[in-house]
Nanobody, 117 residues
């Protein structure tokens, strides 16, 4: 069973930065496209950023220019550098593989990000 562990969240003020980490216990991790998803209170989970096996990245319009996704395949880890944080970035952040929703690994606990003054 694949285990996912997200970390790095916290309470920050608008304009500040955070870096999230996600470690995945999966062989051949480097073969999987990965995504950072987020779920705001009362809203559905949405994709914020993704990275392919060969490190091609894509971003939701709402985070483009502020967030950077990266991966370290030697550590089975994907990162999300978040700059210029806004209150609307508040939510629980999860990572998982990309692809059809039905093929996702079991979700981890996520990491809470709260942006508030």
């Amino acid at each position: 069973q694949v285990q996912i562990a997200e970390s790095g969240g916290g309470l920050v003020q608008p304009g500040e930065s955070l870096t999230l980490s996600c470690t995945v216990s999966k062989e051949n991790f480097e073969n999987y496209a990965m995504g950072w998803f987020r779920q705001a209170p009362g809203k559905q989970r949405e994709l914020a950023a993704s990275i392919t096996y060969n490190k091609i990245t894509n971003y939701a319009d709402s985070v483009k220019g502020r967030f950077t996704i990266s991966r370290d395949n030697a550590r089975n880890t994907v990162y999300l550098q978040m700059n210029s944080l806004k209150p609307e970035d508040t939510g629980i952040y999860f990572c998982n593989k990309m692809g059809f929703t039905s093929t996702r690994w079991d979700w981890g606990q996520g990491t809470q990000v709260t942006v508030s003054s």
